[in-house]
């Protein structure tokens, strides 16, 4: 389960801060330097650098050079800020406009979209969103994603199934590949490297008599792929599988008809 979640501050306190509602008037603590944005777009570059676990307030508060009590008056605390953070990345996705492209043309489009958002920021698949951020960057993105299934004949409870199955095989594939770049990264050896060198035993232990399907496949995917993993092959290979699979309900194949 993800360490780290949206929703999980004051609701009505996050909502006046991801649509800036925030009160006027005199505020208590030390006075404000900076804007929200500033202290938001210094968690995102945190977050960037170090992962979402090295962004606390005191770190924070030392990133953007206020006092740790200063930086209070912007935001409650993390829980609103992941909210705050999240929205901002969503506000900036490109949102060109596609709409005279086949239907899976435009999905297989926003999937890449959100593909390289999590690369990017690899720490936002980290995020569980039961309780989504409900913000502008958001909405923005929800109704620009929607308009993917246009003239697709789907009715709106399956238009928004559709556009979940499609972000959860997208984040599930991001994570996948944030392991393996964490795994490559941590070890002083390339892939084919720690293959070469472990052949020999492997060879011994893995018996082809007794494991003979998964040696053949395993040998196999290992050459094809120079790796046990490849993230590119897995991504263009699930998505493809994932378009396949709501093909049936946008195009569903034309009826026979029955003899009189």
Do not use: C
Request: glycine residues 6%; aromatic residues 8%; charged residues 25%.
């Amino acid at each position: 389960m993800p360490d780290h979640h949206t929703g999980g501050g004051d609701p009505a306190h996050t909502l006046r801060l991801l649509w800036r509602r925030t009160e006027d008037g005199p505020r208590r603590g030390p006075r404000q330097g900076r804007s929200l944005d500033d202290i938001v777009r210094a968690a995102i570059e945190l977050a960037d650098r170090e992962g979402l676990d090295a962004v606390t307030m005191r770190a924070l508060a030392k990133a953007v050079g206020v006092a740790p009590m200063t930086l209070y008056t912007y935001v409650p605390g993390k829980a609103e800020l992941i909210d705050l953070m999240l929205d901002a990345l969503y506000a900036d996705m490109p949102r060109p406009d596609r709409s005279g492209e086949p239907w899976r043309t435009r999905v297989a489009a926003l999937a890449q979209d959100n593909r390289e958002l999590f690369a990017a920021h690899p720490w936002a698949a980290e995020v569980a969103t039961g309780r989504p951020p409900l913000g502008p960057g958001l909405m923005a993105k929800y109704e620009y994603e929607l308009r993917a299934f246009d003239d697709t004949g789907l009715d709106d409870v399956t238009r928004d199934a559709a556009l979940t199955f499609v972000l959860d095989f997208v984040r599930a594939a991001a994570r996948s590949a944030a392991e393996a770049r964490s795994a490559r990264q941590a070890s002083a050896w390339t892939d084919e490297q720690w293959w070469t060198a472990n052949a020999p035993l492997l060879a011994e232990v893995l018996d082809e008599r007794r494991y003979p399907t998964a040696v053949r496949v395993g040998a196999a995917a290992g050459a094809a792929h120079n790796a046990a993993y490849h993230p590119d092959h897995a991504y263009t290979f699930g998505l493809t599988r994932v378009l396949d699979a709501l093909t049936p309900l946008i195009d569903p194949p034309p009826t026979t008809p029955t003899s009189p």
